[in-house]
């Protein structure tokens, strides 16, 4: 019982318990109409303040803070209230840290503002909290407008199902003869129809050749209601289709300009991927993103199968192209939170798997790594082989791990991506099984021999 109980002993690690490390620390509890901030006692007569959020209060909480010595300053990431104040600070010089609300919730008991920002100065004193990851400004730009970006294609999106929904009403049963009505069929049969066209002959003759209905079935799907109130909601609808399509252009237009910042490397590793080719699909961007984003990290990570130019982009929004924030890839893995969480307790692992996550880097490469159900490629082999004995969960997160450790390598070393071939992977579980045959075979005081195929 002794030697069992001495195994499930672990080495006890050397801790420097409540040893103040920054000495000149502030934490701050951010609200939307007034700003907390603690400072150790003695800097001043009192040692928590409280500012307005208006900028002219914030820039005097600032000056605040450096009369008081202040060096380093902690405060939790408390929706959008926090990025005015943490950019007048880090221009101040001041070292800033945003910290993740999970990590710094009080003990249990009372609760207060004032109570807060104590608390989290107390914290930072002490070196307990770990700022949160934040790239550059360059690619905080950048991730602003592909968010934007994207909260734009979903109100566009919502006026199309209006324009669905006034048609229906209409009992004009385009959806029902076209797989988009937002084609280049769907949309000049509706806007003759916003220009007083009524025969369904002629608004079916607009009917592009690639559609699979005829021009018949068009036509016999166009014979409706026409009454004046829906015909005012499809109106209504178009024109705010329209509108959204614009500010994307205008939204494509300034990401251009902000890739063209970027200046390529003298001497880029990998060849720039072939200019498009392709008619742009929907929702894509109007410009060559590939190029801009080669342009933006010297190396073609649409290269990689599974990662198309948009994917690619929602990826280095949120990273960026600089891996040195992650000693190791199994770091950059479990900030992504693609690797597993163990619960161990009592010498026993109590719970596995990943973490919740809202990521959108996450989202991203497990997009891509479901896309790769069907391809024929390295990637594509390893993901069926784990749905195969694991399920299709498990097989979605550990193709994105693979991803991942893939995207880490080629930002870091500028090197390109070389696919091995859909069967790489079986023959490397096949050399596994072979192996595993050949030890058991020993254990058992025998041997292994292959046979010849006849």
Same mark, same amino acid.
């Given at each position: 019982?002794? &030697? ?5 002993? &672990? ?7 409540? !040893? ?6 502030? +934490? ?40 008081? +010595? ?6 939790? =990431? ?8 943490? !950019? ?33 100065? $107390? ?37 199309? $199902? ?9 009992? #004009?049963? @385009?959806?029902?003869? @076209?797989?988009?009505?937002? /084609? ?20 079916? =003759? ?6 699979? &209905?005829?021009?018949?079935?068009? *036509?016999?799907? #166009? ?16 024109? @705010? ?13 300034? #990401? ?20 498009? &080719? ?5 929702? $894509?961007?109007?410009?060559? #993103?590939?190029?801009? @984003?080669?342009?933006?990290? +010297? ?30 890839? %199994? ?15 009592? /010498? ?45 969960? %498990? ?30 992977? !079986?023959? $490397? ?11 058991? *075979? ?13």
């Amino acid at each position: 019982m002794s &030697k069992k109980r001495s195994k499930r002993q &672990k080495k006890a690690k050397d801790l420097d318990a409540l !040893e103040q490390i920054n000495l000149n620390a502030a +934490g701050i509890d951010i609200g939307a109409e007034e700003v907390y901030v603690a400072v150790p006692k003695g800097r001043d007569d009192e040692s928590v303040r409280s500012f307005p959020t208006f900028t002219a209060d914030l820039h005097r909480l600032a000056n605040w803070l450096a009369k008081c +010595g202040i060096e380093t300053i902690a405060m939790e =990431s408390t929706g959008v209230y926090w990025i005015p104040l943490f !950019e007048i600070l880090e221009s101040r010089g001041f070292e800033v840290y945003l910290v993740n609300a999970h990590h710094i919730k009080n003990v249990s008991g009372r609760k207060s503002d004032v109570l807060d920002c104590q608390w989290i100065q $107390q914290l930072h004193t002490y070196g307990l909290l770990q700022p949160s990851f934040r790239p550059p400004e360059q690619i905080c730009a950048i991730r602003s407008l592909v968010r934007h970006r994207d909260m734009l294609i979903k109100y566009r999106s919502a006026h199309i $199902q209006h324009m669905q929904k006034a048609l229906t009403v209409m009992n #004009l049963r @385009l959806t029902n003869v @076209l797989s988009d009505i937002t /084609g280049v069929t769907g949309m000049k049969i509706i806007r003759s129809i916003m220009a007083g066209e009524r025969n369904p002959e002629v608004l079916a =003759s607009y009917r592009h050749s690639n559609c699979a &209905k005829n021009q018949i079935e068009i *036509a016999k799907s #166009l014979e409706g209601n026409y009454k004046r109130e829906h015909l005012f909601a499809l109106k209504q609808a178009l024109e @705010l289709y329209d509108f959204y399509d614009r500010q994307l252009r205008d939204c494509d237009a300034e #990401l251009e300009m902000l890739y063209q910042e970027f200046d390529l490397p003298d001497e880029p590793s990998t060849p720039p991927p072939d200019p498009r &080719k392709r008619k742009r699909r929907k929702n $894509q961007p109007h410009f060559d #993103l590939a190029q801009s @984003l080669y342009r933006m990290t +010297g190396v073609d990570l649409t290269q990689v199968d599974g990662l198309e130019a948009m994917t690619v982009q929602d990826i280095l929004s949120e990273i960026g192209t600089d891996m040195n924030p992650w000693p190791t890839v %199994k770091h950059f893995a479990s900030w992504l939170r693609l690797s597993p969480n163990n619960k161990v307790t009592g /010498g026993k692992v109590k719970q596995r798997g990943t973490l919740p996550s809202q990521n959108r880097a996450n989202t991203a490469f497990r997009m891509a790594a479901q896309s790769l159900a069907r391809s024929d490629c390295a990637l594509g082999s390893f993901y069926r082989r784990i749905r195969a004995r694991h399920g299709g969960p %498990k097989a979605v997160t550990a193709t994105a791990h693979k991803l991942a450790r893939i995207v880490y390598f080629m930002l870091k070393n500028r090197q390109p991506y070389h696919d091995p071939g859909a069967d790489y992977y !079986e023959e $490397q579980y096949r050399i596994r099984a072979i192996r595993n045959l050949q030890r058991r *075979a020993s254990k058992l005081g025998m041997r292994l021999e292959p046979v010849g195929v006849t």
